[in-house]
């Protein structure tokens, strides 16, 4: 079956950096993505990867070695604003979009 | 309005009512899902619609049913459910091309929960 694995909760300190991992297994891949839910809102589109390496992109940074089937989104200088859930998700073979069930980042003071 | 729309957030209902979610995007996507989002499990698909075609249906009970009059309204009817439906229901839209990677923007939900 397909899956993908990601912590379920993580804290960190305001001003920090967090990373946050995500493994896949799935028939075939055709990208993967991070997205941002705050909490009763929608989940907004963080990035985008599809080719190895590290996208860069303000505070945040995403990562992905296709070889290990692994991802990671990194947040640096983390303020209270990014307290949120964090979901990773990949397009199989099929472009199907398989979720993982979401990282709870919890940032105190 | 911009974005994705969802009314109402908020609902409750038992398990004999008739009720429905409504769901407007206003970024002249080709493209509409439902999804279903229950605490710390993954994203579900529930319903796909392209070009106002439904083109997946998971496996979804026949108390869900879903209508799509155009490319910028999407609905769900809900009839008969069960406590086990609670749940937060996500509305999205995307813009598909032949690439087929897309990305999705997101309403912001209609917390359903079924007494």
């Known amino acids: 079956g397909q899956n993908i694995d990601q912590p379920t909760e993580m804290t960190a300190t305001e001003g920090a950096i967090v990373q946050i991992n995500c493994t896949y297994q799935?028939?075939?891949?055709?990208?993967l993505f991070w997205y941002q839910q705050h909490a009763g809102e929608a989940p907004t589109f963080l990035s985008y990867?599809?080719l190895d390496g590290l996208e860069e992109k303000g505070r945040f940074s995403s990562f992905l070695s296709r070889s290990k089937g692994y991802s990671y989104l990194l947040l640096k200088e983390l303020q209270m604003k990014d307290s949120a859930s964090y979901l990773c998700?990949?397009?199989?073979?099929?472009?199907?979009?398989?979720w993982g069930a979401g990282t709870k980042l919890i940032i105190k003071p | 309005e911009t974005g994705v729309t969802q009314t109402p957030r908020h609902l409750v209902m038992g398990m004999t009512n008739k009720k429905s979610l409504k769901c407007e995007q206003h970024?002249?996507?080709?493209?509409m899902y439902w999804y279903k989002q229950s605490a710390k499990k993954p994203l579900e698909l529930m319903f796909v619609?392209?070009?106002?075609?439904?083109?997946e249906n998971n496996s979804v009970p026949s108390r869900f049913s879903p209508e799509c009059p155009n490319s910028s309204h999407l609905f769900l009817h809900l009839h008969t459910l069960q406590p086990e439906d609670s749940a937060l229901y996500l509305c999205?839209?995307?813009?598909?091309?032949?690439?087929?990677?897309?990305?999705?923007?997101f309403g912001a939900g209609s917390r359903l929960t079924v007494l």
């Open positions: 999205a839209s995307s813009q598909v091309s032949g690439s087929g990677a897309n990305v999705l923007t």
């Open positions: 970024l002249g996507h080709n493209a």
């Open positions: 619609y392209s070009l106002e075609e439904r083109v």
């Open positions: 799935t028939s075939g891949f055709n990208g």
């Open positions: 990867n599809v």
């Open positions: 998700a990949v397009f199989d073979s099929n472009y199907q979009l398989i």
